[in-house]
T-cell receptor, first 115, second 115 residues
């Protein structure tokens, strides 16, 4: 089925470990983004990309890196995990920002715990 | 700057009774507005969207929302609640140039359905 696929669904990390959260979409969407969801906070933007080779920071980028080598994939890297990064992470994609009529398609999320 | 306020963090209704989830927004320009639903341990699913066409928008699962510019509101309603409607609901505003990706999320409303 077409959509946004996130892996893994669950992950436990020790403080200081690194890992990559994977995100892939098969809808040829130019726009992809990463959000974190914390209780009572809604979703906050971490990083986003408007196309292959182009990324930019969102509201809460510290501690995270991204790259966009292909249209389909947009991995999120935690270089040195901290307990404050315990959260649920969502990847989303959309047609380009010029397509204001389009909503976003979200993945099912990665629940990350840092101990 | 744009912002979204979901006026109730929790709403509880009985099955078969109407649902009203309230959302107010502020925006410098004509925004696009969305409602998303998130069932437990799931990703976000688009319920409906307003993009400057008809002010009364019909979405999936019997939900609808009315855009009222004079009141800067975009309340979500459903005539008769079903147990499967129990979930978290997010109001989202999008405008060109309104932040890193133009999206601002409300903090969410938890809808509880009493049998």
């Amino acid at each position: 089925n077409a959509g946004v696929t996130q892996t893994p669904k669950f992950q436990v990390l020790k403080t200081g470990q690194s890992m990559t959260l994977q995100c892939a979409q098969d809808m040829n969407h130019e726009y992809m983004s990463w959000y974190r969801q914390d209780p009572g906070m809604g979703l906050r933007l971490i990083h986003y990309s408007v196309g292959a080779g182009i990324t930019d920071q969102g509201e809460v980028p510290n501690g995270y890196n991204v790259s966009r080598s292909t249209t389909e994939d947009f991995p999120l890297r935690l270089l040195s995990a901290a307990p404050s990064q315990t959260s649920v992470y969502f990847c989303a994609s959309s047609y380009s920002g010029l397509g204001e009529n389009y909503g976003y398609t979200f993945g099912s999320g990665t629940r990350l715990t840092v101990v | 700057a744009q912002s979204v306020t979901q006026l109730d963090s929790h709403v509880s209704v009985s099955e078969g009774t109407p649902v009203l989830l309230r959302c107010n927004y502020s925006s410098s320009y004509s925004p696009s507005l969305f409602w998303y639903v998130q069932h437990p341990n799931k990703g976000l699913q688009l319920l409906l969207k307003y993009t400057s066409a008809a002010t009364l928008v019909k979405g999936i699962n019997g939900f609808e929302a009315e855009f009222k510019k004079s009141e800067t509101s975009f309340h979500l309603t459903k005539p008769s609640a079903h147990m499967s409607d129990a979930a978290e609901y997010f109001c989202v505003v999008r405008q060109p140039g309104g932040g890193a990706d133009g999206l601002t999320f409300g903090k969410g409303t938890h809808l509880i359905i009493q049998p």
